[in-house]
């Protein structure tokens, strides 16, 4: 099995977050631009933007075209752009340096019309949900079926299946104590299957609704890295989540000679 460094996202600039939120509506620059530092520093290679919470698409697009400017010239790093709305995404690429990542379509082919030509004319990547319009399934197999659907599907829009991220839905433990083993057993399968394709998890959801969070973050991170998970959406501000990250990397063949498990010893970050 080829052997790579994950892909890190990071998650904070969210406006479902109170701070985040009240940030974006006061346009509070310096407060965006020191999240979006610290997460670069932390060792972020992507950072999401979510602006959901508006009522209105043009208003989260209004958002958006200030945001991504704002984060990108503060840090340099390209922007997982997440929203429902093709409106939004039009809006955020206008302004975007780089390669962008979409967040998202699903199985539903009508959630493909409008970004898929979006990511081909910008040349992005793509993040879709392993549900359709029956919701999320509840065993490993019904996701892989929804991926295949996706990997074929997105051939008609001239579009290579390597460009996608298949967001494997983590679910919260706290709901049900199997939701773990899907996400993994579904990941397995995907990587068994399709090699070609990446594989992306919000690996903070698992713990939902439980006490000592980052415990079961920081627990779950390890066994999806094992897995073969190619993307992780997470805090990079959680420096420990990020140290056993660097470690698990470099115990599964995924950092070579060790390197970037050396560099971030000697930048401090391990702890």
């Known amino acids: 099995m080829k052997r790579w460094r994950v892909l890190v996202i990071g998650e904070n600039i969210n406006s479902s977050i109170k701070e985040v939120e009240a940030a974006i509506l006061q346009r509070n620059g310096s407060y965006i631009k020191d999240l979006a530092r610290r997460q670069k520093d932390a060792g972020a290679d992507y ?9 209105y698409p043009q208003e989260e697009a209004e958002d958006l075209e200030w945001l991504v400017p704002l984060i990108q010239e503060e840090t340099g790093l390209p922007i997982c752009i997440d929203s429902a709305h093709a409106l939004v995404h039009q809006a955020a690429l206008r302004h975007h340096q780089g390669r962008a990542i979409l967040n998202s379509i699903n199985g539903d082919m009508e959630s493909w019309k409008e970004i898929l030509p979006l990511a081909k004319e910008h040349g992005c990547g793509i ?10 399934p509840g065993a490993a197999a019904g996701r892989v079926k929804i991926a295949e659907k996706i990997i074929q599907g997105i051939s008609h829009y001239g579009l290579s299946p390597e460009i996608l991220y298949l967001d494997l839905l983590v679910m919260p433990i706290s709901v049900n104590t199997g939701n773990g083993l899907v996400v993994l057993e579904t ?43 190619d993307a992780a959406i997470i805090n990079p501000l959680d420096q420990r989540l990020m140290a056993l990250m660097k470690a698990a990397q470099a115990l ?14 000697r930048q401090g970050r391990l702890g």
């Open 47 to 55: 950072l999401e933007v979510n602006s959901g919470l508006r009522l």
């Open 127 to 136: 993040i879709a949900l392993l549900s359709d319009r029956q919701g999320i």
């Open 187 to 229: 990941l397995k399968e995907l990587k068994r299957s399709f090699p070609q394709v990446k594989t992306v998890a919000a690996l903070s959801n698992i713990s939902y609704g439980l006490p000592r969070r980052r415990l079961l973050n920081q627990a779950f991170v390890i066994m999806a890295l094992e897995a073969g998970l």
């Open 252 to 265: 599964l063949n995924r950092d070579a000679f060790c390197m970037n498990y050396i560099q971030a010893f």
